[in-house]
């Protein structure tokens, strides 16, 4: 019973981090505030295969003083390939439809 319910909050914590989940079922500007605190570099993510790139986002940021943080990505990563393909033809209408995910926007620039 407890190895069962450990695994319930294992999967339902890297669900709540996986990156597909993040981009796909949130809000854009969720997203973009997800990214903002993570202080990445990324100015925008695109739609398809979202998952994935908001992965790389999350490694393209300041270097987590933990040392924790990598590991995580790194699985959700592969985590998020497989979802974004399950998801792929949504992605591709809304990124024909609304465009990228903009992370950082400031008015004038689009």
Known sequence: MIKIALLLVTLS????GCGTAVTVLQDDADAARS???????????????SGLAYGFCVLNAPPDPTGVLVP???LD???SGVLDTVVLPYTI???AA????AVYWRPGRG
């Open 35 to 49: 990214l903002r605190k993570q202080k990445t570099y990324c100015q925008s993510i695109p739609r398809i295969y």
């Open 13 to 16: 914590v890297l669900l709540t």
């Open 72 to 74: 995580l990505v790194l």
């Open 77 to 79: 990563l592969s985590l």
């Open 93 to 95: 209408y809304r990124q």
């Open 98 to 101: 609304d465009g990228n995910i």
